[in-house]
């Protein structure tokens, strides 16, 4: 979990770390399903700021409804080094669903 600040950054350099990325890391940033997902790319327009801090573009962050303060669940998978952001409104939906499933749903 880590917190947006009022500029869109996320400073969680342990992730950063696990992801091995690096100031001169070129990233493309986008939104999918409510979520937004960071994924390295020779042609991204993105990268890390010079304190290793990643900033979410405010058309994202206005996509997916992110203000600052907002705390997101990061999941990162470093060997295909992508970074999914869930955003509370993201992790509200899950919640919602595996709750339907897992306490049968419509069933009476």
């Known amino acids: 979990m880590a917190a947006i600040d009022v500029s869109g950054r996320i400073a969680d350099r342990l992730i950063v770390h696990a992801l091995g990325w690096t100031t001169?890391?070129?990233l493309h940033i986008y939104e999918d399903a409510g979520l937004i997902v960071v994924r390295l790319s020779p042609h991204g327009v993105f990268t890390l700021t010079g304190q290793l801090h990643l900033h979410l573009p405010a058309a994202v962050r206005k996509w997916c409804g992110l203000?600052?303060?907002?705390?997101?669940?990061?999941?990162a998978d470093a060997a295909a080094g992508v970074l999914v952001v869930h955003p509370p409104?993201?992790?509200d939906q899950?919640?919602?669903q595996a709750h339907?499933?897992?306490l049968g749903g419509d069933r009476a």
């Open 24 to 26: 001169a890391t070129r």
């Open 67 to 75: 203000k600052a303060g907002e705390r997101v669940l990061l999941a």
């Open 89 to 91: 409104a993201a992790l």
């Open 94 to 96: 899950m919640i919602v």
């Open 100 to 102: 339907t499933l897992a």
